[in-house]
């Protein structure tokens, strides 16, 4: 992400329709939120316009994101980096919180939590996953939209020899660049390790029941 990075692009959320001439249509009162985008190289914080009810229905309903305001953090030791304005691929986000609301109370539906325990890249995170009761985790991510929402998460991980343990009522994950997921206590102080047992699925995604 770090190489693409300009320092100025237009503001625009897009699709992969041919571009148009009129305007977006957004709420008549957009809700800017604080918006905190990990990837692959570097942490994004600036803001973004709430475009729907939910922070993942949005993340899933588009392809790209914009961004104002945007400082970067870089994993390879530099200076953090100030932008004005970028547009970022969903495919180049791994992690995403921010502010705003949970969604409308009238669209949530009875859930299981349950604790999981996620390895992406240079990150450990753990939250809780929300599914329908007896549904077990990696049979229902893998039905899910690509952007999946966990609460009271916590995010690990280590920029510039900086040590990091992030903890955040709501964040939404990339399934495609999970590596693998462990159901694991709610309590547990140490990240778990890798499981020994690997069940392969799509998309990289890996599992251990025990």
Known sequence: MIDRLPSRLRLAFMHDEPPIVEVAVVPETPEIVDFVAYGADCVLSGRTILD???LSDMLNDHDEYELDGVRVERFDGGPPIVVDEIVVPRDELWLVHASGPRGAVGRRTRTAPQHVAIKMGPYNVRGFFHTMPGTDPLSSIQRRRSMIPLTQARIEYTIGGDERDERVDTLIVNRDQIEWLQVTEPDRAEFPAAPSRRAVAP????????
């Not at 998309?203 to 025990?210: I, Q």
């Open 203 to 210: 998309k990289r995604l890996v599992t251990d029941g025990g």
């Open 52 to 54: 729907g009810d939910r």
